[in-house]
């Protein structure tokens, strides 16, 4: 019961990670495609008079001290700005008048961009463009023209944008930042990416995903399980949102119980602790380093399932202590039934039932453990992706059963063909990848040969009469 009480609450846990996970996902996502879409606008610029236009208006315009450009609001976004001066007050800002033009034309089709994706049903976000030439693009409109450089400047020393210099993010990757503040409603996570072309810093693109937009999602989930409190938290263990007020939230750990939390998490992504008379199930988020939590409390857990289910067996002990020798032998059958279901469960997340080879999810983490190894030994690592070729002739030919015979006949071939300490995996509908550990691309070149060689040798007998030879590249 402990054992399924713990699984239970991971799984609870892990519904609703995987829904604000998914949610996140489509803003990073679209964070990326924004910046995409602006580099490639800066390699090749649109030659519309519209937009040739705009560098006409802010040579006019470059001066005053806080400015807009707007060609049609209803379905391009305008673009704030300040002036010349302004911009020579801060050693992060730089107006470089070659690279200006290609830049403001650009940050008008991205103001398309932002139009278009601001109606997106999923998780409310907030994107912008910050630019080191002293102009900056946001999906949020700047009510007041004065209210421009107040906003500009809290732009300027948000984290998100300092932490982009090249020293700073030399990957040039996508960074999350955490802003609290008080109230709860204020505060927000921020993915930030940087704008770079041809070796130059242009600016940076925010997403950031509001606490009391991410709260909603929470209870939602929170509201198809039986109990427990969701609490998210950023990387430095700071409580970001709580399905309960935060006045009322279980956020009370001592610093004994946060100790043992943080070096629970530094050892694994997921886990649980028994703190008291709450046991705590976390699960570190894919994206922005933050971990969700679910605080299950003791009285939670005697009016749930199985709290009943526990007071029930303590009356059964009771009643018929008599029993005990036959309670036992059933006990015993049914944790062993408990540990097959196990590990049915376990053999089925990681490997593909069809071929019987790693699937593509336990493949790559195999893939990311044994070149880690490799690197750290300074071993030889090499990798061999196998395709088979024509497969769809054959399903459609001879029907997918036919298929499903193809499959598993070349994934038996290929595990009998490997060594031992060599890993293979099913990646995709009839691609297979092979791991070869202190493997030379030498020495994989003649297993990948022998492998193929093999496959191309056997027939498949895939009816009563009918045999089938195939090939892989």
């Given at each position: 019961l402990q054992g399924a009480y713990v699984a239970s609450q991971r799984s609870a846990l892990e519904n609703v990670s995987n829904a604000l996970d998914m949610q996140i996902q489509v803003g990073v996502d679209r964070l990326l495609f924004f910046r995409n879409g602006m580099q490639a606008a800066l390699q090749k610029p649109l030659g519309f008079e519209a937009l040739n236009s705009v560098q006409g208006e802010f040579d006019r315009k470059r001066t005053l001290p806080y400015w807009q450009i707007g060609?049609?609001?209803?379905?391009?976004?305008?673009?704030?700005?300040?002036?010349?001066?302004?911009?020579?007050?801060?050693?992060?800002?730089?107006?470089?008048?070659?690279?200006?033009?290609?830049?403001?034309?650009?940050?008008?089709?991205?103001?398309?961009?932002?139009r278009l994706s601001y109606e997106?049903?999923?998780?409310?976000?907030?994107?912008?463009?910050?630019?080191?030439?002293?102009?900056?693009?946001?999906?949020?409109?700047?009510?007041r023209e004065q209210d421009i450089i107040s906003t500009y400047y809290r732009l300027l020393t948000r984290p998100w944008f300092s932490g982009q210099q090249q020293q700073e993010n030399r990957a040039r990757g996508v960074r999350w930042f955490t802003l609290l503040t008080n109230p709860e409603t204020n505060s927000f996570v921020a993915?930030?990416?940087?704008?770079?072309?041809?070796?130059?810093?242009?600016?940076?693109?925010?997403?950031?995903?509001?606490?009391?937009?991410?709260?909603?999602?929470?209870?939602?989930?929170?509201?198809?399980?039986?109990?427990?409190?969701?609490?998210?938290?950023?990387n430095h263990f700071r409580l970001l949102t709580s399905t309960q007020p935060l006045q009322n939230a279980s956020v009370e750990f001592n610093q004994d119980e946060v100790a043992k939390l943080q070096a629970d998490m530094a050892r694994d992504t997921v886990g649980g602790l028994h703190l008291g008379?709450?046991?705590?199930?976390?699960?570190?988020?894919?994206?922005?380093?933050?971990?969700?939590?679910?605080?299950?409390?003791?009285?939670e857990g005697l009016s749930g399932d199985?709290?009943?289910?526990?007071?029930?067996?303590?009356?059964?002990?009771?009643?018929?202590?008599?029993?005990?020798?036959f309670s036992w032998v059933v006990i015993r059958r049914m944790v062993n039934n408990l540990y097959s279901m196990q590990h049915t469960l376990q053999w089925q997340a990681w490997f593909d039932p069809l071929t019987r080879l790693y699937n593509r999810g336990s493949f790559f983490e195999q893939a990311k453990l044994l070149s880690e190894q490799a690197r750290v030994k300074q071993?030889?690592?090499?990798?061999?992706?196998?395709?088979?070729?024509?497969?769809?002739?054959?399903?459609?030919?001879?029907?997918?059963?036919?298929?499903?015979?193809?499959?598993?006949?070349?994934?038996?071939?290929?595990?009998?063909?490997?060594?031992?300490?060599?890993?293979a995996g099913r990646v995709g509908g009839e691609e297979f990848c092979i791991l070869l550990p202190d493997s030379t691309l030498e020495q994989a070149a003649q297993v990948a040969e022998h492998v193929r060689s093999r496959i191309e040798s056997k027939e498949i007998l895939i009816h009563k009469r009918t045999t089938l030879r195939i090939t892989v590249s």
């Open positions: 060609l049609d609001n209803s379905r391009t976004l305008p673009i704030y700005g300040v002036s010349d001066s302004l911009v020579e007050q801060s050693g992060l800002l730089r107006r470089d008048e070659e690279r200006l033009h290609n830049e403001l034309t650009a940050a008008m089709e991205l103001g398309y961009l932002f997106a049903s999923m998780l409310p976000r907030q994107a912008y463009y910050f630019s080191r030439a002293g102009f900056f693009l946001s999906t949020r409109a700047v009510e993915a930030s990416v940087p704008l770079d072309y041809e070796h130059y810093w242009y600016g940076v693109l925010v997403m950031s995903f509001p606490v009391s937009a991410i709260k909603p999602l929470l209870v939602g989930e929170q509201l198809q399980q039986d109990g427990g409190e969701y609490q998210l938290y950023d008379t709450r046991y705590v199930s976390w699960q570190k988020l894919k994206h922005f380093g933050g971990a969700l939590l679910r605080v299950h409390s003791l009285r199985f709290g009943r289910i526990s007071i029930a067996l303590s009356l059964l002990w009771v009643l018929f202590t008599g029993m005990l020798l071993r030889p690592f090499s990798i061999i992706q196998l395709d088979i070729d024509h497969f769809k002739g054959v399903n459609d030919q001879f029907g997918h059963q036919a298929g499903d015979l193809v499959l598993s006949h070349a994934a038996g071939l290929i595990s009998s063909t490997i060594r031992e300490q060599d890993v």
